[in-house]
């Protein structure tokens, strides 16, 4: 996997999907919608834009055909597969995302040289993009 590093604060999800594809962040960005305003967000703890950012995630899957899966705790990964590690940060609103390559390696995209394996951080929730599930899904 390529390390494709956030070029927005709140862009961790877009650099996520980017290295999840084999994409460039540019190619993400004007997919995925950013949340643009963080005061509402944060006041209201609505984040209607990560519900289309998601879909879109499942989309691009769907397009490569392969699947989404939502992986239940305890948490495990399977070879063969990359996963999207959600993390939660000091603001109970805003959450930020890993991406994990086949070997268990956690690429975050906030931090170019953190090559944690995924297992020491603490997830909150944790996608599987697998190669070998079907038909897409999004619990």
């Known amino acids: 996997m ?4 956030q070029q927005h604060p709140l862009g ?11 994409m460039d962040y540019a190619q993400v ?3 995925v919608p950013l949340q643009d305003d963080l005061e509402q967000l944060q006041r209201t703890g609505v984040n209607v834009v990560g519900v289309q950012a998601f879909d879109i995630f499942a989309a691009l899957a769907e397009s490569r ?3 989404i899966a939502d992986v239940q705790k305890p ?9 999207l590690l959600a993390l939660s940060t000091s ?3 805003i959450n930020h995302c890993v991406a994990v390559d086949e070997t268990g390696t956690a690429f975050d995209p906030e931090d170019s040289t953190s090559r944690k394996h995924w297992s020491e951080y603490e997830p909150i929730g944790m996608l ?8 897409t ?3």
């Open 137 to 139: 899904a999004f619990a």
């Open 91 to 93: 603001d109970r609103h």
């Open 29 to 31: 960005a004007d997919l």
């Open 75 to 83: 948490f495990a990964c399977k070879a063969e597969s990359r996963y």
């Open 128 to 135: 599987a993009r697998t190669w070998y599930l079907a038909p």
């Open 2 to 5: 390529r390390y494709v590093a």
């Open 65 to 67: 055909d392969l699947e």
């Open 12 to 22: 961790c999800f877009i650099a996520c999907i980017a290295m999840l594809f084999d």
